[in-house]
C-alpha cells in the first residue's frame, strides 16, 4: 500500500527545469568550443603568411592551414591580401571520440545536478566520503588546469570554466561509483560464500 500522502517519484528522464537550464547551458558551451577554431602556429615573411587552425576538443578533428600572399603597395606602404589558400584536413576518429566525450561529459551534468537537487531537497547531510571525493574531484581539476591537460589551454576562459565543470562532475559520479561498486560486490562475495557454507552443513539424505 502506497501512502496517501506520499509524493510520486519523477522519472529518471523528467528532469527539473533547472538542471535543464544548466544542462543546455553546458552543452551549449561544449558544442562551441568543438566548432571554434584555436590558432596554433603562425608565421610569415616576404609577404607570406601560414597560418594553423584546429578545430575540436580535446581532440583536433578539423585542420585548417591558410596560406596568404600580401603585395606592398607602392604609395603608402600598406599590405594588401593577394591570393588567399586554404586545405582541410578532417579526421573521423578524433571527431567521433569528441561527439563522445561530449556526450559523456553532457549526461554527467545532467545526473549530477538532478543527484545535488535531490539531495538538497531531501535535506540529506554531506557525508565524510562526497568530502573526500570533492577533495579528490577539486585536486583533479587544478591539475588539469595547471598543466593544460586535454588541450583545456587552447580555449577561451570560459569554455575553460564550463570544460571543468563538466569534467567535475564526471569525476564525482565515477569516484563515487566505484566504491560502492566494490561494497556491493563484496557483499555479494560474502553472501554468496555464506550460501556455499550452509549448502555444505545441510546433511545429505540417502
Known amino acids: 500500500m502506497v501512502p496517501m500522502d506520499a509524493k510520486p517519484t519523477r522519472p529518471w528522464y523528467r528532469l527539473h527545469w533547472g538542471t535543464w537550464a544548466v544542462t543546455l547551458t553546458v552543452a551549449g558551451a561544449l558544442v562551441w568550443s568543438q566548432l571554434s577554431p584555436s590558432l596554433v602556429l603562425f608565421g610569415g615573411s616576404g609577404g607570406h603568411s601560414d597560418s594553423l587552425y584546429w578545430n575540436g576538443w580535446p581532440y583536433p578533428w578539423l585542420t585548417r592551414n591558410v596560406h596568404e600572399i600580401y603585395s606592398v603597395s607602392q604609395f603608402r606602404g600598406i599590405p594588401i591580401l593577394v591570393t588567399t589558400t586554404t586545405h582541410y584536413q578532417w579526421r573521423p576518429r578524433p571527431l567521433i571520440l569528441s561527439i563522445a566525450l561530449t556526450l559523456a561529459l553532457v549526461a554527467s551534468v545532467a545526473a549530477m545536478l538532478d543527484r545535488w537537487r535531490r539531495a538538497w531537497s531531501g535535506k540529506r547531510q554531506l557525508t565524510l566520503g562526497s568530502l573526500l571525493t570533492l577533495t579528490f574531484v577539486a585536486g583533479a581539476l587544478i591539475l588539469v588546469h ?41 557483499a555479494r562475495l560474502r553472501r554468496d560464500s555464506a550460501q556455499a557454507v550452509r549448502v555444505e552443513r545441510t546433511p545429505r539424505t540417502r
Do not use: Q
Open 146 to 186: 595547471d598543466r593544460s591537460l586535454l588541450g583545456v589551454g587552447r580555449l577561451a576562459w570560459f569554455l575553460e570554466a564550463v570544460v571543468l565543470f563538466a569534467l567535475g562532475c564526471a569525476l564525482f559520479l565515477l569516484a563515487s561509483a566505484i566504491p560502492r561498486a566494490g561494497v556491493r560486490l563484496l
